[in-house]
Every structure is written in structure tokens, then in C-alpha cells.
Nanobody, 119 residues
């Protein structure tokens, strides 16, 4: 079992930056593909970006490419999402997940911090 605990959400203004963190509780964390998902009100959950065990990005949502960067520190059992140039369309609940591959299945999920971007 892997527990994922996120932190770093909040309310920011358009153009601001925010960094989300996700800490895993299991040593085998490094073997998982890690992803950040988001779900905006009234919309389906979508994969924002994913990263494999050695830090290579395996997926980027088009609308965040060049603005969001995911990274991982296997020694700390943690992944991060650096979000720059935020806009109101980025408002959502963001969740990190651990899975077998970018295409899934995603086996473990965090609770997800709320990110709200005001115009």
C-alpha cells in the first residue's frame, strides 16, 4: 500500500506561480510512474503530467506545456509540480497518483489540494 499526501495548494492570482508537493509513504515509490491529475468543477478528471522512475516526462497536457514542470526526488519519496503563469482555467483540485504506466492503471491516489486562480 502506498499513501500519498499532497501539499501546497491555495488561492493565487493569474500570472502567479505555485508549487505542489506529494509525499509517498513507501520505499518502493521509486518503481512507480507518478502523475498529477486535476479535476475542475463540472469537468472530468484529466491527467496533467506524468513522470517515470528516472524523472523523464512521459506525458504533458497541451494547455500546461511550457508552464508546468513535474519532478521527483526518489530519495525523499516525493514528487513536485511547479506551476507557472497560472490562469483561471487552471483552477481545479489537483491530485497526485502512482501507477504502473502513464496509460494506467493508477493504483494509488492522494486527496488533492485545491488550486484556485483568480483573474
Amino acid at each position: 500500500q502506498v499513501q500519498l499526501v499532497e501539499s501546497g495548494g491555495g488561492l493565487v492570482q493569474a500570472g502567479d506561480s505555485l508549487r505542489l508537493s506529494c509525499a509517498a509513504t513507501r520505499r518502493s515509490f521509486s518503481t512507480y510512474v507518478m502523475g498529477w491529475f486535476r479535476q475542475a468543477p463540472g469537468k472530468e478528471r484529466e491527467l496533467v503530467t506524468a513522470i517515470n522512475w528516472n524523472g523523464r516526462t512521459t506525458y504533458d497536457l497541451g494547455s500546461v506545456r511550457g508552464r508546468f514542470t513535474m519532478s521527483r526526488d526518489n530519495a525523499k519519496n516525493a514528487v513536485y509540480l511547479q506551476m507557472n503563469s497560472l490562469n483561471p482555467e487552471d483552477t481545479a483540485v489537483y491530485s497526485c497518483a502512482a501507477g504502473v504506466s502513464t496509460d494506467g492503471p493508477w493504483n494509488y491516489w492522494g486527496q488533492g489540494p485545491q488550486v484556485t486562480v483568480s483573474s
